[in-house]
């Protein structure tokens, strides 16, 4: 006799009769069938009773975050008169792919029922830590009040984004955090004119070993790796990352300085670190541009950290970018330069994320004065000084004049002031992504030019042709157009007798060998009228003879402020540069 084929029902059916398991949704089906004699199930039901009736489902009992986008759809699909914004899971019954089946409520007053869940519906928070740290180590140059406080929030929160304004000292709050963690291995990812800086800045508070990375020269023995974005790619194939250098060198914590850099998903090094980090325990991302201005820019920052509230890309462009699609053709384009609901972006963020501006801080000083290191490959340079120097030794006579000396090194500073431009833009661009106004001073017309050719229309200057008439024009319009967002002055035209406090950061291209001209000029935006902390950056190329004369302009300009006036002697000030480059053959 043939044996009769049970259907799926009747197979559920009888799987719901010897049913003794935990899953409160077959249970609740099961008494289903007791309470109605002609009880059957659903086809989908059905099959989850047949593939799920021997899974144990996993105990949960704590309250989860949801994530508003769905939190909506999930009263709108239940009728729901509030947007619930936490979940009891009373328990994990199933886990798919995608989705979990729980069993649990939205509110405190009800009974627990079975919800289906997108996975990215429910927030995951990262453990925190809570560790303590001895400062008196680091007395030889203590962290200022407002320091600490990134400190303790890059120690304790594995994925971070400290985005301190510009001048807050994110470095060297990040460099004593890296110390305090303990780890052994650290990757810095900078611009590459900011890779001399951390390396100095590191030396200030360490002694561990530190590599610079160039061209395809790579250290996987040192403690500290300072790498730019530029040449990520030579040391991480995409195609085979198990077997590149970043893979292998055991790095624990990655720190990446202008993160801002790395927010196009398309762009090369974006998919390196996206792709590279995700091993990683530690990785914190430093960053002065401000979330607020385009919430877009920070998506992909607040994917690398983890962040819950990135976790799904469609409900947070629709959340926080206003996001919206439409037709161009055949093709569907969403809009995502809007923003929207940023208080509770920031709320959501907080845990993760930390931004103070400069008005917001107390303990700094009213006008900060930064040295911005950076390394030069110049062999235009390099025989400029051997010409020099040779000529210094042939014509002992004539090398005795102090004058003749500075006129001959006058094509030298001209070749370093040239070589810096490209450092100088890319320092002034960070600045005007925070949506705030720039000055910039440079001894030479060909420098100036070159500046302002590349800021155009939103760059003003001002040198020693200007009528008094182009002057206030220039001045006038920096300080009331939004639009003009860079002044390029020349030292000794600009540098005096006008006010320019619609900036509060002043880069100074090259330098002067009078201590009094730099003061002045840093002090047009430094003025009465001034409601900011001013920040005043020098490049600096320190394997030149450009950083044996900063360390006495320094000193210079220090004695200049506890004198109170410019009574130091300008031709002794000369004749110690002068010597000071003699000494350095």
Not at 166 to 192: D, F, N
Not at 381 to 402: F, H, P, Q, T
Not at 500 to 524: K, Y
Request: with cysteine; proline share 3%.
């Amino acid at each position: 006799m043939q044996e009769t084929k049970l259907t799926i029902e009747q197979k559920a059916l009888e799987l719901l009769e010897t049913y003794d398991g935990s899953n409160d949704y077959i249970i609740k089906l099961k008494n289903q069938k007791k309470v109605k004699k002609n009880f059957v199930p659903t086809r989908s039901q059905s099959e989850y009773i047949i593939h799920y009736h021997n899974i144990q489902p996993k105990v949960g009992k704590k309250w989860v975050d949801l994530d508003p986008y769905f939190a909506k759809k999930i009263a709108d699909d239940y009728l729901f008169t509030e947007v619930p914004n936490k979940m009891w899971v009373e328990k994990l019954l199933v886990e798919k792919e995608t989705s979990y089946h729980l069993w649990g409520r939205f509110s405190s007053g009800k009974t627990s029922s079975d919800f289906w869940l997108p996975k990215m519906a429910i927030i995951k928070t990262q453990p925190q830590t809570k560790k303590e740290i001895d400062y008196s180590k680091y007395s030889n140059r203590p962290p200022l009040e407002h320091q600490k406080l990134a400190i303790e929030k890059l120690v304790n929160t594995n994925k971070f984004i400290l985005a301190d304004d510009m001048g807050l000292g994110k470095t060297t709050s990040t460099i004593i955090a890296a110390l305090e963690t303990g780890v052994k291995k650290i990757l810095i990812i900078c611009p590459a004119s900011l890779k001399i800086n951390w390396q100095r800045e590191i030396a200030n508070y360490s002694d561990r070993s530190v590599f610079i990375a160039e061209g395809k020269k790579f250290s996987q023995d040192s403690d500290f790796v300072i790498i730019n974005y530029d040449i990520l790619k030579n040391f991480y194939d995409l195609q085979n990352p198990e077997k590149s250098e970043l893979s292998n060198a055991g790095f624990e914590l990655i720190i990446v300085d202008e993160a801002h850099y790395v927010q196009n998903k398309q762009a090369t090094r974006t998919k390196i670190i996206n792709h590279f980090s995700k091993k990683i325990k530690f990785l914190w991302l430093l960053t002065g541009t401000p979330m607020t201005s385009r919430p877009i820019n920070y998506f992909n920052l607040l994917n690398l950290i983890e962040s819950p509230v990135a976790q799904n890309w469609l409900a947070y462009v629709v959340r926080y970018c206003q996001g919206y699609q439409f037709k161009i053709g055949t093709r569907k384009i969403w809009n995502v330069n809007g923003a929207a609901n940023l208080e509770e972006l920031r709320d959501r963020t907080s845990r993760q994320f930390l931004r103070r501006l400069k008005t917001e801080v107390l303990d700094l000083p009213e006008k900060i004065v930064t040295p911005v290191y950076l390394r030069l490959k110049s062999k235009e340079y390099e025989d400029l000084m051997g010409e020099y120097y040779d000529w210094y030794n042939r014509k002992s006579e004539e090398s005795s004049s102090l004058t003749v000396q500075f006129s001959k090194l006058m094509k030298i500073r001209q070749v370093i002031a040239m070589e810096k431009v490209e450092s100088t833009i890319e320092l002034a661009q960070n600045i005007l992504d925070q949506e705030k106004k720039v000055i910039i001073f440079t001894n030479f017309t060909e420098t100036l030019e070159k500046i302002k050719k590349h800021f155009g229309k939103q760059a003003v200057s001002l040198d020693g042709s200007s009528t008094k008439i182009q002057r206030q024009n220039a001045v006038d319009k920096f300080q009331e157009n939004d639009k003009i967002k860079v002044f390029v002055g020349n030292l000794k035209a600009a540098g005096v007798g006008i006010t320019l406090t619609a900036a509060e950061t002043v880069i100074m291209n090259d330098l002067s060998f009078v201590p009094g001209d730099l003061l002045q000029a840093e002090d047009r935006a430094y003025r009465y009228g001034q409601k900011n902390n001013v920040l005043v950056y020098y490049p600096i190329f320190e394997n030149t003879i450009e950083g044996a004369i900063y360390d006495i302009l320094s000193n210079k300009k220090k004695n200049i402020d506890v004198v109170m006036g410019d009574n130091i002697d300008k031709g002794d000030i000369v004749s110690e540069i002068l010597n000071s480059i003699n000494r350095l053959r």
